[in-house]
């Protein structure tokens, strides 16, 4: 599966940063209505979390806050979309 193998690449690069084709893979499953397979890559979305949340303590406070706001404003997003 295309996912897990982008997941999986992820994982061993986290800043490698976004990539437009989790966002296809994404939809291609919201479009055929099925759930993503999270739970064959649990430990790779948890290391990219936690590289993630080490890169965020190493920002300064200005940088943190930009992205604090880029978080709620894609939540914020989310939300809607979801309404």
Known sequence: MPGIALMRAWAK???MGHE??????EAEYSLRGL??????????????????????EDMDEVDR???ENQILSLRSGEKAQAN
């Open 35 to 56: 759930k993503p397979p999270y739970e064959l890559v649990r430990a790779e979305m948890e290391a990219i979390t936690q590289a993630t949340a080490g890169a965020i």
């Open 13 to 15: 690069a986290p800043d």
């Open 65 to 67: 806050e930009r992205i």
């Open 20 to 25: 437009p084709r989790r966002v296809d893979i």
